[in-house]
């Protein structure tokens, strides 16, 4: 039974260190960007799009197209950080159990 305490002292640890880098991460922002920077946009840390800036240049053209595309792809640039922003918290938190445990949020398997 003691093994067993121990197991679950263990446990709560883990799972107040992943609370606590979840919290911090979602009080990050990622920026994502496209066409060379002429389209960014933030993300927060929980995925919410907080901001988009677009260079007047890409207004003046009339091309609506190439604007949405852009700010599509400046979105999933964003993304892919968040991402990978989230999967180092993992790595760092979990240590060797990152992508061991099935079931844990953020992790793909």
Not at 32 to 58: N, R, Y
Request: proline share 3%; net charge negative.
């Amino acid at each position: 039974m003691k093994d067993l305490n121990s197991i679950m002292k263990q446990a709560q640890v883990m799972q107040a260190k992943l609370q606590e880098a979840q919290a911090k991460l979602a009080e990050s922002t990622v920026e994502g960007m496209a066409g060379a920077g002429l389209v960014k946009v933030s993300l927060t840390g929980a995925g919410v799009l907080t901001g988009v800036s677009i260079d007047e240049s890409l207004m003046s053209d009339g091309d609506a197209e190439t604007l949405a595309d852009l700010v599509v792809a400046a979105h999933a640039d964003a993304k892919n950080k968040l991402d990978e922003a989230q999967a180092a918290m993992m790595r760092q938190t979990m240590g060797p159990l990152a992508g061991a445990i099935p079931g844990l949020p953020g992790m793909k398997f």
